[in-house]
């Protein structure tokens, strides 16, 4: 049976401003309807002031004087009655309400959930959505959840500044937007066929976030985007969401070898931590306790293992010699991107500022893509990536144009660590494309 809905209006009106519109249409006055109805003339004034009611037995009378049915004036004046409440109790909520946004916008990032659209700026329903996300029915359980609340597995920078509001806030969107999904069923012996699938897909470097999305998919992984929330050093985290992993990020780097050890990362604390443990136990952000410290270790080997094999790599750092001609050959022969294997060679030697200078002296445009050395004003066209592949140019003389123009870098890199004065800048290289670092 549908309900209907009651509006409740502005104020109640009172069965008394009939009356009184009544006895001006016909033109008779209240001393004279007094004397009539044999009632105190002050008595009917209170009645048509709102301050008494209309009670069975005046209905009575009034339908004898006026001929207007008993029963009408009964429905106006309980109309009355029910309007009464429903707006006193308005109120109250009203107050209760703003009580309530006062202590919610102590707790929650308020307008970063109105920046992603959660909020609309009507409080009754923006409070109603909170409680939904963050799963509680009350304010005393927003205070719980923020006084204990205890992070899973996340992949977060040590050197900034953490937000506790802010993480929650974070966690939260991560879990209901997860609820959203539906995937395939979970296998988790399949996913040494997902990790290899998902090189691919860094190789190619071609919309990789929704390749990686369609692959996760496939294979029984929710995947969610969480938008960048400030002081949310964040960049994976892994939990269950039914009978479904899930791995939430925020791209905080939009770069292929950060976005591509984070996938590995998480898929690495789903197979070695939480594949038999749908209600994983939380750490605290900043607990630095050795067994928090031993699982991020874990699953960084895990990522570094499964982008570039010990194998592989063992051969890579066995040449000794990091430029360009041997990062290119490496790629090529492994289908494993060149940012990638940069990407290890930073982090192996300790080089990260290098890339980091490059990146920063990029300017990235769509068109024309080239790479040009003002020194011999060489224009080097590397195409959009695939349609030089299908042009039928070889996959070494992509890889080598492209990377053609941070060989000063790769050299650097093997002399050892750079010296405080070299500048990126002083190279006067200036790059119109660039496509290996950028996630594609």
């Not at 001929?67 to 109790?89: C, S």
């Not at 928090?292 to 982008?307: M, T």
């Amino acid at each position: 049976m549908e309900t209907k809905k009651n509006h409740i209006p502005f104020q109640a009106t009172h069965p008394g401003i009939l009356l009184k519109d009544e006895l001006q249409a016909r033109n008779i006055s209240q001393s004279d309807f007094a004397v009539e109805i044999d009632m105190q003339k002050t008595m009917l004034n209170e009645i048509i002031k709102g301050k008494r009611p209309v009670t069975a037995d005046l209905a009575v009378i009034l339908e004898t004087a006026l001929e207007i049915p008993a029963d009408y004036w009964m429905r106006f004046q309980t109309q009355y009655e029910l309007d009464t409440a429903r707006i006193k109790q308005k109120n109250i909520q009203r107050v209760t309400n703003i009580n309530i946004w006062k202590i919610i916008k102590d707790y929650v990032p308020v307008n970063y959930f109105k920046k992603i659209g959660y909020l609309i700026n009507d409080l009754p329903i923006d409070i109603a959505k909170l409680k939904e996300v963050y799963v509680i029915n009350n304010v005393e359980e927003l205070l719980t959840l923020s006084a204990t609340h205890k992070y899973s597995l996340y992949r977060k920078s040590e050197k900034l500044k953490i937000n506790e509001k802010n993480v929650l806030a974070w966690n939260v969107v991560a879990k209901y937007e997860a609820k959203t999904q539906t995937v395939n069923e979970f296998n988790l012996d399949s996913l040494t066929a997902l990790c290899n699938e998902l090189q691919t897909v860094f190789y190619q470097n071609s919309s990789s976030v929704d390749q990686v999305r369609e692959k996760l998919k496939q294979y029984g992984i929710k995947f969610v985007l969480v938008p960048k929330l400030e002081q949310t050093p964040i960049d994976g985290y892994t939990f269950w969401s039914g009978n479904n992993p899930t791995i939430a990020l925020t791209l905080r780097h939009t770069r292929i070898d950060n976005f591509a050890f984070t996938i590995m990362h998480e898929i690495g604390h789903i197979i070695l931590h939480i594949k038999n443990d749908k209600e994983k136990q939380f750490f605290d952000l900043h607990d630095k306790n050795a067994l928090v410290k031993q699982l991020e270790d874990e699953a960084d080997n895990f990522a570094q293992e499964k982008l570039i094999p010990d194998e592989i790599w063992n051969e890579i750092t066995a040449v000794h010699a990091f430029d360009d001609i041997n990062i290119i050959k490496f790629a090529t022969k492994y289908k494993i991107n060149p940012a990638i294997i940069l990407g290890r060679i930073n982090y192996t030697y300790k080089h990260y500022n290098i890339v980091e200078l490059f990146l920063q002296h990029i300017q990235f445009v769509q068109q024309p893509k080239l790479f040009m050395l003002p020194q011999t004003g060489e224009l080097l066209d590397t195409g959009t990536g695939r349609d030089n592949l299908d042009a039928g140019r070889s996959i070494h003389n992509y890889f080598r144009n492209a990377f053609f123009a941070i060989q000063y870098i790769i050299h650097i890199i093997g002399r050892g660590k750079p010296q405080k004065h070299i500048q990126v800048s002083q190279a006067k290289v200036r790059v119109k494309y660039q496509h290996f670092f950028s996630l594609g």
